[in-house]
């Protein structure tokens, strides 16, 4: 079982759904939304973790409000209660305009980006890009679009991994077949230096959604052999 739901947040606008969301949230999800200045990332930030709530609380047959989180020693979120005889795994992923929540039996790591955003500058795809990779976006007709392609993939992969954002991303490469064309054939992960091998064969996957938005996923590939990843969006009737 492999499940990606996918929400544009402003959607979720309805007082009384509103309410019933942040219900949900425990003190500490509630202290980390008062932090926020924006009205908008407050509103993103709860619709994000109500939506995490309700798809792992169908899952695993229970109130969203009963779950309760911890993290690894990476800082990767588990779940802590309830428990169960098989741990489900999941991994959250938002920016402007969209949600996205996956969730696995095994490890997994999503993560999302609005092509509408301009890609960073040349230095910066320096520091995070391996040679390879770089001269692949330069021929790209779609630069932009190939920057977050990559980008979203390497960030898919460290979460799946566990090891959250390093300080340099070029130890390890993707490879995408044909050269320039979207979306790719196929995606092959190469390590360019051991700290970034990985601990398990993974497969990746990338979606446009929603419709501005790409969508990366880093999932285990034994699993991957077994079942289709279910990708589709999240609607107001699916809210618990």
């Known amino acids: 079982m492999i499940q990606v739901r996918h929400l544009n947040p402003d959607d979720v606008h309805q007082p009384d759904l509103i309410a019933q969301l942040r219900s949900w949230l425990d003190e500490s999800e509630i202290a980390r939304l008062q932090r926020f200045v924006k009205e908008e990332d407050r509103h993103r ?9 309700c ?9 969203p409000k009963e779950l309760t989180f911890g993290t690894t020693g990476r800082n990767k979120p588990v ?12 991994n959250l992923s938002h920016t402007r305009g969209l949600t996205v929540v996956a969730v696995s039996r095994e490890p997994i790591g999503v993560d999302t980006e609005s092509l509408a955003r301009k890609a960073p500058s040349t230095e910066l795809a320096t520091r995070y ?3 390879a990779e770089q001269a692949d976006i330069a021929l790209a007709p779609e630069t932009n679009q190939r920057f977050f392609t990559y980008w979203t993939l390497k960030e898919a992969y460290l979460k799946a ?5 390093v ?9 995408l077949s044909p050269p320039t ?12 230096e051991g700290v970034h091998c990985p601990t398990r064969a993974w497969q990746f996957y990338q979606w446009q959604v929603a419709p501005h938005h790409l969508v990366s996923l880093a999932a285990c ?3 991957a052999l077994e079942t289709a990843v279910d990708i589709g969006p999240w609607t107001r009737d699916d809210w618990c």
């Open 45 to 53: 930030f709860l619709v994000s973790h109500a939506l995490k709530r």
């Open 55 to 63: 798809i792992l609380a169908k899952h695993l047959d229970c109130d």
């Open 79 to 90: 779940i802590l209660k309830p428990q169960r005889a098989h741990p489900l795994h999941f």
């Open 129 to 131: 890009f391996t040679t």
């Open 161 to 165: 991994e566990g090891w959250g954002i």
């Open 167 to 175: 300080d340099r991303l070029d130890g390890f490469e993707f490879e």
């Open 181 to 192: 064309q979207w979306p790719p054939a196929r995606i092959r992960l190469r390590v360019r």
């Open 221 to 223: 590939a034994r699993q």
